[in-house]
């Protein structure tokens, strides 16, 4: 297809056209490739008019439930949501977050929301790259707020958090026991921490979570910047506290516009230089074959070889 | 100087040969950058034997103080100590860090402890750059305990995380109202936290800190992993707890020892990639020249050029 032609598709809105526009974006053939880079450098202009979300927590802390509960409430008052997915594990689990068609049903028919499973192949940084094309795609589909969902398993947490604007954790009312599987560093550097399932005979437990996470906050953070970190508390099943969730995303996104702005160019920044790295790496393979750059990265993992030497080795032969 | 006679210098412990080798890493001269390499691939089998420890914590919590006490327990203890430093601001303020020769006086004049004060010149990369491959110099010179510190400001810390072993982070008394300055995630990322100036009318609150932070922590913190960070407390003064601190630092090098070198083994492969982003960059300024490279990345930042399509251009037109 055209990308011209696509790019129309994605800018009207149309729900097909932005689907298959991610299809194409997720594909490894090289025209596929090349024509993705074209529609992408087409769509720029229209895209960053959104609030990027990352949504994080344990597997069982109702991320899913959360994700439709919240957009409901998003998409009742007049914006346009789409629901994006880092899952790595995708693949070898057969397709976790997101690939069961039952989860966030009414969410997937509602018309102002666009659902998308974890690409369902690759390694986390080939994931991690699609995703965030993929949220430049919903940008220019009119998409004004993007939610990229992640598994609670380390390292995509941190791709998550190097792709949006504001990083929200969901907890569960047991405080501590939850975090295992966490990555450390993460509840720390989240700007909303929300208590999930803070409902039934889990209220009273939810209500001290909450007090305890935002006593060892004050302690561990720095009280600098623009933006304290808020510790809330919601109900995915009641949608009770719902709204004081989205109020506080807009106070977010309304006090730290220039820093959101600072972060998108810094991310922005970092985005190019590890695409460069990527382009470089599949370079090497190319022309040094792919078993003698293996053979150097592994001399210089055992302490044999000076990072800083082989790499001179390597761009030099690469670039003669 | 030939490297062979210089690596034999270093490989017998001479102090002069380590400081000239410091000093020829630090060096941009392209002729002394090749002398470092050749230097560096010599030493490499005689690198690794030590303990790499990051110490942090803001201005004033006693860095200088904590150091020189800490080194001397060990220097006493039979070890073999070599403190660098990671302070970028060292060329705007005029050295702060080591460069004030009064500091650290009694550990400058052990002849078991070596001290070199950061390299006074360059960005935060390539200050990063330099002392990782100090660490290396001073392993093979038979330092066993090698001390990076650095300044409680932003970046250095996390480069420093990405050479060493351990991460000790040094905090006042008063507890929660010193972490101003301290980058967020770094409290959750340290091995060791040790309240320091826990002496004389500070006794009490250093106590109550301790126990604030070890709540806090509990709360924070994943419990999995065979290492939970310790709370300690110190005086670098009168010397009281400085022996648990090195005690835990034992512990920490004897329970971790397989978890220590997978992580060296993360670290050199990122050293590599960086290293190899970091020579890409400096080909692609020669080959496309400075300022074709700095206005893509602009326009990257500004959004108005994704970063993937942007990367692929730069790349092809570099290697063509």
């Given amino acids: 297809m055209e990308p011209d032609a696509l790019a129309d598709g994605v800018r009207r809105g149309d729900r097909r056209a932005l689907a298959r526009a991610i299809t194409l974006i997720e594909s490894r053939r090289e025209d596929h490739r090349r024509t993705a880079e074209d529609l992408l450098t087409l769509l720029m202009p229209a895209t960053g008019a959104s609030i990027r979300i990352a949504v994080s927590g344990v597997p069982g802390v109702g991320k899913s439930t959360f994700i439709e509960t919240f957009g409901r409430h998003l998409t009742a008052a007049g914006h346009r949501l789409a629901v994006l997915a880092i899952d790595p594990s995708s693949q070898r ?56 969902e992640t598994v609670g398993v380390g390292q995509s947490e941190i791709a998550a958090a190097g792709m949006t ?22 509840v720390e550097v989240a700007d909303l921490l929300v208590v999930n399932k803070a409902d039934g005979a889990m ?5 001290h979570a909450a007090a305890e996470y935002r006593h060892a906050l004050s302690l561990l953070r720095s009280g600098t910047g623009a933006w304290t970190p808020e510790i809330l508390q919601c109900s995915s099943v009641t949608g009770e506290g719902i709204g004081k969730v989205a109020a506080a995303v807009e106070r977010y996104r309304t006090t730290m516009a220039s820093a959101i702005a600072e972060r998108r160019r810094a991310q922005a920044r970092d985005w190019l230089w590890s695409e460069i790295g990527e382009a470089v790496r599949e370079a090497m393979g190319r022309r040094l074959d792919a078993a003698s750059v293996s053979a150097v990265e592994c001399e210089v993992a055992e302490g044999r070889l000076p990072g800083s030497v082989a790499a001179r080795r390597l761009v030099e032969s690469m670039i003669k």
Avoid at 122 to 145: F, K, N, S
Avoid at 203 to 207: E, L, R
């Fill in 93 to 148: 689990s057969g397709g976790s977050i997101l690939g069961d068609k039952t989860r966030m049903e009414a969410l997937s028919r509602d018309p102002a929301a666009f659902v998308r499973p974890s690409p369902a192949q690759g390694t986390l940084g080939g994931v991690a790259r699609r995703t965030r094309e993929a949220i430049l795609l919903c940008e220019a589909a009119g998409h004004d707020v993007v939610i990229v």
């Fill in 165 to 186: 604007d504001l990083f929200l954790l969901l907890l569960l009312p047991g405080a501590g026991d939850e975090l295992q599987g966490i990555k450390r560093g993460i």
């Fill in 203 to 207: 209220a009273g437990a939810a209500n």
